[in-house]
């Protein structure tokens, strides 16, 4: 009796064994690229219930930020393959920016030979049109001789990709809705876009300091402190025949109380 127990029990664990290692199986085939192809999507699109928008701004960096690159990874099914293989990535009619002027690939949309999680290179020019306007760079993937666009998802949000971009930055709540906007209008001066751009490049400061509303009031030796030596910076500069114009062409000053 014992032995034909001992026998029963080994035979329910070894048929455990292989249905645990069945369903394993399973799962690693049930992806079959002789017979669908490999399929090429957006990777970021595999946990995101919307359209994959990334909005690149240039509205709160400072004087010397001129470009930004924008690293967009595309992933395919299947095995990696001994050679590069080229998708097909489309401009839709929803792009607004201009090739080579507002953004430029820095390479060919293609999976190098032994990946299959790849980088598409964009760099994103700053340009003076963007303080008043944004522009879109709608991406769409397209079936091409080497990949199909077959993945199982009625949305397709796996095959589209939009990239914003603009340089616009509202007005700084110090000088509008601050407990300290009285003190920065008389130290940082008439509030000037270009004059915040340089002084967050000049000082040094977070954006946070001049445009997030929930951080803490700057002090009044922050405002005193800064102004003085903005005051300075600008008088060195002006002197060695280097001018800073505001957007109105205007030169750039600080307040009545910062000399």
């Known amino acids: 009796m014992y032995n034909r127990n001992k026998l029963s029990i ?17 799962d690693l085939t049930l992806y ?3 017979a669908n192809g490999s399929s090429v999507y957006f990777k970021e699109a595999i946990n995101a219930k919307t359209q994959l928008i990334k909005t690149i701004s240039f509205g709160y960096e400072g004087y010397s930020v001129k470009d930004s690159i924008v690293a967009i990874p595309v992933a395919v099914t299947g095995y990696p393959s001994n050679q590069d293989r080229p998708f097909k990535l489309k401009l839709t009619d929803a792009t607004t920016a201009i090739a080579n002027h507002h953004y430029a690939f820095l390479r060919e949309p293609v999976i190098r030979a032994g990946r299959v999680v790849d980088t598409l290179l964009l760099k994103i020019n700053r340009t003076a049109d963007m303080t008043t306007t944004q522009f879109a760079i709608d991406l769409l993937l397209e079936e091409n001789e080497t990949f199909t666009t077959r993945l199982v998802d009625p949305t397709k949000i796996y095959l589209k990709y939009t990239v914003l971009v603009d340089d616009i930055a509202g007005i700084s709540h110090l000088w509008t809705t601050s407990v300290r906007a009285t003190a920065v209008l008389s130290y940082f001066g008439t509030y000037s876009r270009k004059k915040v751009d340089l002084m967050l490049e000049v000082l040094k400061l977070d954006p946070a300091f001049f445009y997030d509303t929930s951080a803490t009031a700057p002090t009044v030796t922050q405002v005193l402190s800064y102004s003085r030596y903005m005051f300075y910076w600008l008088n060195k500069e002006a002197a060695e025949g280097r001018i800073y114009l505001d957007e109105k062409g205007e030169v750039i000053k600080m307040g009545q109380y910062a000399g």
């Open 10 to 26: 080994t035979l329910i664990v070894a048929t455990l064994v292989l249905a645990t290692w069945s369903c394993k199986k399973k």
């Open 32 to 34: 079959d690229e002789t």
